[in-house]
C-alpha cells in the first residue's frame, strides 16, 4: 500500500491513518460553518505532514453525522486510531482551533 495514499472511506481513514485526522462537519447553507472554513484550511497546510484535514458535508454524508450524533455545526473533531481525541462545536476562531490541535498532538 503506498503510504501517502488515502483510505478511501471515512472509517478507514479514521482508523487506519498513521496521523492524526481533524475533521470539519459542515453544509453548505450554514454560516459559521463558512466562517471557520478558513482556519481549518490554514491548518490543513501548517500542520502539513502532522495531521490531515478533512470535511464531512452532512448533507452529503448523513449517516456519518448520525453515527456521531452532530446535531450542531460546524462540529471540529479530531481523531487517532480510531480514537475521539477532540470535539468542538461552533465557530471556533484560528487561534482557539490551533490550540486544541497542539494539545491533542501532545497528548497523542
Known amino acids: 500500500m503506498n503510504p501517502h ?3 478511501k472511506t471515512f472509517d478507514a481513514l479514521i482508523t487506519e491513518s498513521a496521523l492524526p485526522v481533524l475533521v470539519d462537519f459542515w453544509a453548505e ?18 500542520y ?6 478533512v470535511k464531512v458535508n452532512i448533507d452529503d454524508k448523513p449517516h456519518i453525522a448520525a453515527r456521531y450524533q452532530i446535531s ?3 462540529t471540529i ?3 487517532f486510531k480510531g480514537q475521539i481525541l477532540m470535539r468542538q462545536t461552533g465557530a ?5 482551533l490551533k490550540s486544541l490541535v497542539d494539545q491533542n498532538l501532545e497528548s497523542k
Open 29 to 46: 447553507w450554514c454560516g459559521p460553518c463558512k466562517m471557520v472554513s478558513p482556519a481549518i484550511e490554514r491548518l490543513a497546510s501548517e
Open 77 to 79: 473533531m479530531m481523531f
Open 92 to 96: 471556533l476562531s484560528y487561534e482557539h
Open 72 to 74: 450542531g455545526i460546524p
Open 48 to 53: 502539513k505532514g502532522r495531521i490531515i484535514a
Open 5 to 7: 495514499a488515502l483510505p
